[in-house]
């Protein structure tokens, strides 16, 4: 029987809750962090910048290659390397959150993680899925730069771009536009990918299916039940919202719990030093870059586990919304029921 988005909450916080807790294991929360990471379910972002200032001389010149002596050609060819690198990283990268999102939805439908596994018999679907999501977000590129560039062409082709104080209302206008198409653009992609993930992957998994033909069948389900949808994904945005701040602030008291030790013990430390004589040298600062650098791995490794409870809740909770819509995955959610009318161990086969 399909349940309702707010319905479809009880079970998916019930799940969570005897996955995580009925035992405690620590191995399994770590891979589930592990796997939620690379899935997708946990995300990162890091920014460094560094400046530095050329040697000046005086009379001379900021001339980058007399100052410097860099070899133009060598120069181009490092940062073709660089990009060339980051690409391949990245796309490889995007395949493996691939396959461990189908490790995921194993996770969460056995209650138990089992990585090499899943990944073994996962690396058919995992391909299938990557590839559309490879297609996609490079379709998606695309696009983007058809919006920007359109319009950046036509203000040049204007004479916009050479007199901007003279165009200053068509200026603004154009942004303004072109920045709310983005911003609408941006949501339906964000919502394909979500659905794609909830509702298609459980198809791809269990009926060994590909994206389009999951997709085919998800939008029949949609169109007899627009309202229910809809209100699944009103509930998943708020639900996000609410599990963010939850883990905000968990996460900034795990800092505050973690961060005041560590900068008193790191005080006391150099202090001690002091007073034995010793002086930042390279043996000293080698020391206090490893300890700092294992403070920090724990620290990451504290606030993964803070968001393992998020990994299992959320895909639970689509599980359970779509299980009463998709029958093949009403078999496995709920095999006691379906006993009857599939042979033993049929339900859990399919898996």
């Keep these: 029987m399909a349940i309702t988005a707010v319905d479809s909450i009880t079970p998916a916080l019930e799940h969570t809750k005897q996955q995580l807790f009925k035992p405690f294991n620590i191995g399994q929360w770590t891979k589930l962090a592990f796997v939620g990471l690379l899935a997708g379910e946990l995300g990162s972002n890091g920014c460094n910048r560094s400046n530095f200032q050329l040697p000046h001389h005086p009379g001379v010149g900021p001339h980058f290659p007399a100052s410097l002596g860099i070899d133009h050609a060598l120069l181009a060819a490092f940062i073709a390397t660089a990009i060339i690198a980051a690409l391949a990283i990245g796309i490889i990268l995007i395949y493996v959150g691939s396959v461990m999102r189908f490790v995921l939805f194993d996770s969460v439908i056995t209650k138990q993680c089992h990585i090499r596994w899943s990944w073994n018999r996962r690396l058919g679907p995992g391909w299938r899925y990557f590839a559309w999501k490879l297609g996609y977000l490079l379709l998606a590129l695309a696009v983007i730069a058809a919006l920007v560039g359109g319009p950046l ?199």
């Design 153 to 351: 062409a036509l203000a040049f082709a204007k004479g916009w771009l050479t007199q901007p104080k003279e165009h200053l209302p068509p200026l603004i206008l154009s942004g303004a536009i072109v920045f709310a198409v983005l911003l609408v653009f941006g949501a339906v992609t964000a919502l394909i990918l979500v659905l794609t993930k909830d509702f298609v992957i459980p198809q791809m998994a269990l009926e060994d299916i590909d994206v389009m033909e999951g997709w085919r069948r998800l939008w029949r389900m949609m169109q007899a039940e627009k309202g229910a949808y809809a209100a699944y994904i009103v509930m998943k945005i708020v639900l996000a919202i609410v599990v963010g701040i939850l883990i905000g602030i968990a996460t900034l008291i795990v800092g505050v719990i973690f961060v005041v030790p560590a900068a008193g013990l790191s005080i006391l430390a150099v202090l001690t030093g002091k007073s034995a004589g010793l002086t930042w040298n390279a043996e000293t600062i080698a020391l206090a870059a490893v300890i700092g650098s294992i403070l920090l791995a724990a620290f990451l490794y504290l606030v993964s586990l803070i968001a393992v409870p998020a990994i299992v809740f959320f895909p639970a909770y689509s599980i359970y919304f779509f299980a009463g819509r998709y029958p093949p995955l009403a078999a496995v959610l709920y095999p006691a029921a379906t006993s009857q009318q599939a042979p033993a161990g049929g339900a859990r086969a399919m898996l």
